[in-house]
């Protein structure tokens, strides 16, 4: 569905759509790299979010929930990188209101017009001293090409940035959605974070705005794995300010479900590269079962692959361990036949129905020494589908993460 | 519970207990090494099993629970290292019907007295020409000190063999339980497979040897894990030959509950050395959740954090990274308030109730380098509690799985 849909790709990320800027600088947090970003609407943007659902959340979480009660719309996000500002109790929740008033009142906006958001260390204090000075200082910085110094400071173990943007007619208007990522993984003590923020000039109502985003989040950032382990601080955040003038329209609408594909586009775009860049990941792994009895089982499947330590491991040594795979979509969870499945690497085939193994141990060696490995899992007992993006598991990725703090 | 009962340890394994020999030996299977074993009663000994949930269920798998269907007895399993002899269709399956029969007319039992268990690569089949000249001969050399000799025959990657027996009073007889097991990992393509074989000369029902296999199972080998990968051939088997001469108990005798702690103190020992054992591990790590609602939660809880590639690897680096424990405890599913969790590492408190930190950082690290970590999570909930068994993640462990098969 995605190839097909009528998006043209462009620059700008999250300052392509019209009437959104951006800036990012260094203001102390981090050790001499960038380390806050603000993103923000020239008029009141309607605003959709989902968070992370770890039942440990970090203050920033906390604070944009209650931001949404009370606004259906934001105007600006303020986002620091190198501290996550979780568990760290009262202190954290009065900190993350202060970056609230301070963006606030750099900007001239009412408190309830600003969202933040926080990744980094976990159990530290923000050190608020460096941002009551760096946020007014970013705040007079802002600005229509200010999008990629914005995708720099959010980064944490990111090896490069992550932004996409794409345009398409919706009516008679043109509408631009773009996005920033930042990926899995963390200056140490390492959490694997998942932040994105998107913005698009579209006009659309709040309650349309929050299901397009749910729908997108469901096939794109739920839809990676690095390592199984889910963040205090995930979030995706879509501000919608309006700008193209598109006529209203409605859930029903062909217009409604073009822009849902449309945002799913950009998610998954950013969703594909956080996986790319996952921690010490030297290639781009995609899991697509298919023949499923429903899109869930699908899902459910692909996730078991995707998660296996043992399937990274092997298409890390590009071999071509068909039965790692068999192993993870059986204890899946999923009612399957194990005869009926039949497996492929770049298209390659490798088991067909009934143990049928095909495989070809050179060919398949080629196929998965390629930077990015489709895995293709057919369980032939419908015809719903599901992908899944992964990376590698690596020496590198246990290097990261045994690391000490510092 | 397990430090009270009133067991004794003694050598000998999975001939510990009276009226049980055993063997092992090469047959051709594996390069060089051991990769045939037999366990036998002399008399019928009442069986009870229980096996792998995942889907793709090996060969081996599918005729013992016929086997078991066939008998309430059993006399002699016989297990191969070196093939799994999974996702082997219709001729597998001939296979393991040959090793029943083979296995029955070399030791002139009846062919439903046999059982069967297989592990190794997946996907190829049994050389049964040399285990048709195996079996008979390693049948003409079992002996009560075979047990060694067995342990050994049924290891893949393990480093060492996997051992143990307790013996103790049960009314006024002296009963023994022992056992062998091995561990989680393979020879390439690998599986995590955990097979376990325990004997005891006890005197009891079926039905309730099933029962306390299943308690203990939960509690043993259910709460291990090395990368969470289950495995097609997963098994644990319990043979009760009678040979103790112990008056008949009932489920709610004061015998029952004895006989049931005894077995889950073997099955805990067998799983530790397991988890222990674990590819590329260099400690044992034993994940405590207390202070739960229910035991299912904090088991939930326990896995979780067990799971965990970040924990692993931060306990790898000796990372007192306490942020990590929070962050899987909190996707664990369980309903939990993060602000009353307290962490301690081997009993050093590391973070109290609402986030106050009291880590000091070289005395943790201290603890941490140690080769066994206690990593106690008190919920500060509830009342019950569970216990999990893991290793750390280390650049060994995708040595040991990225590389080729050959």
Same mark, same amino acid.
């Given at each position: 569905?995605?190839?097909?849909?009528?998006?043209?790709?462009?620059?700008?990320?999250?300052? !392509?759509?019209? @009437?959104?800027? !951006?800036?990012?600088?260094?203001?102390?947090?981090?050790?001499?790299?960038?380390?806050?970003?603000?993103? !923000?609407?020239?008029?009141?943007?309607?605003?959709?979010?989902?968070?992370?659902? =770890?039942?440990?959340?970090?203050?920033?979480?906390?604070?944009?929930?209650?931001?949404?009660?009370?606004?259906?719309?934001?105007?600006?996000?303020?986002?620091?990188?190198?501290?996550?500002? %979780?568990?760290?109790?009262?202190?954290?929740?009065?900190?993350? *209101?202060?970056?609230?008033?301070?963006?606030?009142?750099?900007?001239?906006?009412? &408190?309830?017009?600003? #969202?933040?958001?926080?990744?980094? /260390?976990?159990?530290?204090?923000?050190?608020?001293?460096?941002?009551?000075?760096?946020?007014?200082?970013?705040?007079?910085?802002?600005?229509?090409?200010?999008?990629?110094?914005?995708?720099?400071?959010?980064?944490?173990?990111?090896?490069?940035?992550?932004?996409? %943007?794409?345009?398409?007619?919706?009516?008679?208007?043109?509408?631009?959605?773009?996005? #920033?990522?930042?990926?899995?993984?963390?200056?140490?003590?390492?959490?694997?974070?998942?932040?994105?923020? /998107?913005?698009?000039?579209?006009?659309?109502?709040?309650?349309?705005?929050?299901? +397009?985003?749910?729908?997108?989040?469901?096939?794109?950032?739920?839809?990676?794995?690095?390592?199984?382990?889910?963040?205090? =601080?995930?979030?995706?955040?879509?501000?919608?300010?309006?700008? +193209?003038?598109?006529?209203?329209?409605?859930? =029903?609408?062909?217009?409604?479900?073009?822009?849902?594909?449309?945002?799913?586009?950009? #998610?998954?775009?950013?969703?594909?590269?956080?996986?790319?860049?996952? $921690?010490?990941?030297?290639?781009?792994?995609?899991?697509?079962?298919?023949?499923?009895?429903? &899109?869930?089982?699908?899902?459910?499947?692909?996730?078991?692959?995707?998660?296996?330590?043992?399937?990274?491991?092997?298409?890390?040594?590009?071999?071509?361990? *068909?039965?790692?795979?068999? %192993?993870?979509?059986?204890?899946? @969870?999923?009612?399957?036949?194990?005869?009926?499945?039949?497996?492929?690497?770049?298209?390659?085939?490798?088991?067909?129905?009934?143990?049928?193994?095909?495989?070809?141990?050179?060919?398949? &060696?080629? &196929?998965? +020494?390629?930077? $990015?490995?489709? /895995?293709?899992?057919?369980?032939?007992?419908?015809?719903?589908?599901?992908?899944? *993006?992964?990376?590698?598991?690596?020496?590198?990725?246990?290097?990261?993460?045994?690391?000490?703090?510092?």
């Amino acid at each position: 569905m995605r190839q097909t849909i009528p998006v043209q790709e462009c620059p700008g990320g999250v300052t !392509a759509a019209r @009437g959104f800027v !951006a800036g990012g600088r260094y203001c102390g947090i981090r050790k001499m790299k960038k380390d806050l970003a603000i993103v !923000a609407s020239e008029v009141p943007a309607v605003t959709a979010a989902v968070f992370t659902l =770890n039942k440990t959340q970090a203050a920033p979480i906390l604070v944009d929930k209650i931001q949404l009660s009370r606004s259906e719309t934001c105007s600006a996000v303020v986002i620091n990188s190198g501290n996550a500002n %979780a568990c760290t109790g009262e202190r954290g929740l009065n900190d993350a *209101w202060e970056m609230v008033r301070t963006t606030a009142a750099a900007m001239a906006l009412p &408190e309830e017009q600003v #969202m933040i958001s926080s990744t980094g /260390v976990i159990g530290q204090y923000l050190p608020m001293d460096r941002m009551i000075v760096g946020i007014p200082q970013l705040a007079a910085q802002l600005s229509a090409s200010g999008n990629h110094d914005a995708a720099e400071a959010i980064m944490t173990t990111d090896t490069h940035s992550k932004e996409t %943007a794409v345009q398409f007619s919706l009516g008679e208007s043109m509408v631009t959605i773009g996005g #920033m990522a930042k990926g899995s993984g963390m200056i140490a003590p390492n959490m694997a974070t998942i932040l994105a923020f /998107v913005t698009t000039d579209a006009s659309i109502r709040r309650s349309l705005l929050q299901k +397009a985003l749910a729908r997108a989040n469901k096939r794109s950032f739920n839809r990676i794995t690095v390592d199984g382990d889910m963040s205090t =601080n995930d979030m995706a955040l879509v501000l919608a300010n309006g700008a +193209a003038r598109n006529k209203p329209f409605s859930e =029903n609408s062909e217009e409604f479900q073009l822009f849902c594909a449309a945002l799913e586009y950009v #998610m998954i775009k950013l969703a594909k590269m956080i996986a790319r860049d996952g $921690e010490g990941a030297t290639k781009l792994i995609e899991i697509f079962v298919k023949g499923a009895r429903n &899109e869930e089982e699908a899902a459910q499947a692909a996730r078991s692959v995707a998660n296996s330590n043992l399937v990274k491991t092997a298409l890390h040594g590009c071999d071509a361990n *068909w039965g790692r795979i068999m %192993a993870a979509v059986g204890y899946s @969870g999923i009612d399957m036949d194990p005869e009926l499945v039949e497996i492929r690497f770049n298209g390659l085939p490798v088991l067909n129905q009934h143990y049928s193994i095909v495989l070809d141990e050179e060919k398949a &060696e080629r &196929e998965l +020494a390629k930077e $990015e490995v489709l /895995v293709t899992i057919d369980l032939n007992q419908g015809t719903h589908t599901a992908r899944f *993006w992964t990376c590698d598991l690596t020496k590198e990725y246990i290097h990261i993460n045994a690391s000490y703090r510092s």
